[in-house]
Protein backbone atom coordinates (compact mmCIF):
# COMPACT_ATOMS: atom_id res chain seq x y z
CA UNK A 1 0.00 0.00 0.00
CA UNK A 2 2.84 2.58 0.47
CA UNK A 3 5.65 2.14 -1.19
CA UNK A 4 6.51 5.37 -2.45
CA UNK A 5 7.74 6.73 0.61
CA UNK A 6 9.29 10.61 0.48
CA UNK A 7 10.76 11.97 3.69
CA UNK A 8 10.70 16.00 3.92
CA UNK A 9 12.48 18.40 6.01
CA UNK A 10 13.82 22.03 4.96
CA UNK A 11 17.04 21.98 3.74
CA UNK A 12 17.33 18.00 2.59
CA UNK A 13 20.66 17.59 4.34
CA UNK A 14 20.34 16.33 7.61
CA UNK A 15 17.07 15.14 8.68
CA UNK A 16 15.21 13.86 6.08
CA UNK A 17 18.46 12.15 4.38
CA UNK A 18 18.99 10.48 8.30
CA UNK A 19 15.48 9.29 8.19
CA UNK A 20 15.68 8.25 4.49
CA UNK A 21 18.74 5.87 4.72
CA UNK A 22 17.27 4.82 8.39
CA UNK A 23 13.87 3.53 6.30
CA UNK A 24 15.53 2.30 3.08
CA UNK A 25 17.67 -0.49 5.78
CA UNK A 26 14.64 -1.14 7.55
CA UNK A 27 12.43 -1.23 4.87
CA UNK A 28 14.30 -2.56 1.34
CA UNK A 29 10.96 -3.63 -0.32
CA UNK A 30 9.94 0.10 -0.14
CA UNK A 31 10.94 2.97 -2.31
CA UNK A 32 12.24 5.54 0.24
CA UNK A 33 13.62 9.06 -0.87
CA UNK A 34 13.87 12.55 0.70
CA UNK A 35 13.44 16.11 -0.70
CA UNK A 36 13.38 19.75 1.16
CA UNK A 37 10.83 22.45 1.35
CA UNK A 38 14.11 25.16 0.87
CA UNK A 39 16.70 22.31 -0.23
CA UNK A 40 20.11 23.26 -0.46
CA UNK A 41 19.84 21.66 -3.99
CA UNK A 42 23.36 19.48 -4.89
CA UNK A 43 24.54 19.25 -1.80
CA UNK A 44 25.85 15.83 0.56
CA UNK A 45 24.41 14.91 3.61
CA UNK A 46 25.56 17.55 6.54
CA UNK A 47 28.81 15.75 7.59
CA UNK A 48 27.84 15.53 12.06
CA UNK A 49 24.41 13.57 10.80
CA UNK A 50 26.59 11.33 7.88
CA UNK A 51 29.11 10.02 10.96
CA UNK A 52 25.94 9.81 13.45
CA UNK A 53 24.69 7.28 9.84
CA UNK A 54 27.91 5.80 9.93
CA UNK A 55 28.03 4.96 13.51
CA UNK A 56 24.99 3.26 13.53
CA UNK A 57 26.05 0.99 10.11
CA UNK A 58 23.84 3.27 7.90
CA UNK A 59 24.88 3.69 4.72
CA UNK A 60 24.43 7.39 3.25
CA UNK A 61 26.62 7.46 0.14
CA UNK A 62 25.33 9.65 -3.22
CA UNK A 63 22.83 11.97 -1.82
CA UNK A 64 22.23 14.76 -3.26
CA UNK A 65 19.72 17.49 -1.97
CA UNK A 66 17.04 18.09 -4.18
CA UNK A 67 13.93 20.66 -4.08
CA UNK A 68 9.73 19.20 -3.12
CA UNK A 69 8.18 19.23 -6.29
CA UNK A 70 4.64 18.58 -7.96
CA UNK A 71 5.96 15.20 -9.22
CA UNK A 72 7.44 13.59 -6.10
CA UNK A 73 4.73 14.79 -3.99
CA UNK A 74 1.83 13.18 -6.61
CA UNK A 75 3.99 9.80 -7.09
CA UNK A 76 4.59 9.48 -3.54
CA UNK A 77 1.98 7.33 -1.29
CA UNK A 78 3.53 8.49 2.01
CA UNK A 79 5.44 11.82 3.00
CA UNK A 80 6.66 12.01 6.06
CA UNK A 81 7.75 15.56 8.00
CA UNK A 82 9.67 16.40 10.80
CA UNK A 83 7.68 19.33 12.41
CA UNK A 84 3.88 20.60 11.77
CA UNK A 85 5.04 23.73 9.97
CA UNK A 86 6.24 21.16 7.44
CA UNK A 87 2.93 19.86 7.55
CA UNK A 88 1.13 22.91 7.19
CA UNK A 89 3.54 24.11 4.38
CA UNK A 90 2.70 20.92 2.04
CA UNK A 91 -0.75 21.28 2.79
CA UNK A 92 -0.71 24.99 1.63
CA UNK A 93 1.93 24.68 -1.36
CA UNK A 94 -0.08 21.03 -2.22
CA UNK A 95 -3.07 20.35 -0.98
CA UNK A 96 -3.99 17.16 -2.89
CA UNK A 97 -1.41 15.47 -0.18
CA UNK A 98 -3.11 16.14 2.92
CA UNK A 99 -4.44 13.17 3.24
CA UNK A 100 -0.96 10.85 3.04
CA UNK A 101 1.37 13.79 4.51
CA UNK A 102 2.13 12.84 8.43
CA UNK A 103 4.73 13.62 11.19
CA UNK A 104 7.68 10.84 11.31
CA UNK A 105 7.09 10.99 14.94
CA UNK A 106 3.24 10.47 14.20
CA UNK A 107 3.26 7.45 16.39
CA UNK A 108 5.23 9.34 19.92
CA UNK A 109 2.27 11.35 20.09
CA UNK A 110 2.98 13.58 16.86
CA UNK A 111 6.67 14.43 17.91
CA UNK A 112 8.49 16.93 16.37
CA UNK A 113 12.27 16.30 15.32
CA UNK A 114 14.48 19.75 15.55
CA UNK A 115 16.68 20.99 12.84
CA UNK A 116 20.20 20.28 14.12
CA UNK A 117 21.93 22.52 11.13
CA UNK A 118 24.25 24.72 12.25
CA UNK A 119 23.65 23.71 15.95
CA UNK A 120 25.53 21.51 18.72
CA UNK A 121 26.47 18.06 18.31
CA UNK A 122 24.17 17.40 21.19
CA UNK A 123 21.90 18.48 19.05
CA UNK A 124 22.16 16.50 16.33
CA UNK A 125 22.78 13.41 18.27
CA UNK A 126 18.93 14.35 19.86
CA UNK A 127 17.39 15.21 16.18
CA UNK A 128 19.53 11.67 14.84
CA UNK A 129 17.69 9.36 18.13
CA UNK A 130 14.61 10.96 17.55
CA UNK A 131 14.17 9.91 13.73
CA UNK A 132 15.83 6.46 14.68
CA UNK A 133 13.13 6.00 17.11
CA UNK A 134 10.19 7.06 15.05
CA UNK A 135 11.52 5.46 11.70
CA UNK A 136 11.65 2.41 14.17
CA UNK A 137 7.53 3.00 14.46
CA UNK A 138 6.90 3.43 10.91
CA UNK A 139 8.83 -0.19 10.24
CA UNK A 140 6.90 -1.84 12.44
CA UNK A 141 3.78 -0.40 10.89
CA UNK A 142 5.11 -0.93 7.05
CA UNK A 143 7.18 -3.66 7.08
CA UNK A 144 5.37 -6.14 4.85
CA UNK A 145 4.51 -9.85 6.65
CA UNK A 146 6.59 -12.36 5.38
Known sequence: MFNNILVVCVGNICRSPAAQNILRQQLPEKH????GLGALVGHDIEENMAALLEQDGYEHNGHQARQINEQLVASADLILVMEQRHLSSIRSKFPT?????MLLGKWNGDEEVPDPYRRSQEIFEISYGLIAKH????????????
Open 97 to 101: ASGKT
Open 135 to 146: CQQWQDKLATPK
Open 32 to 35: IHSA
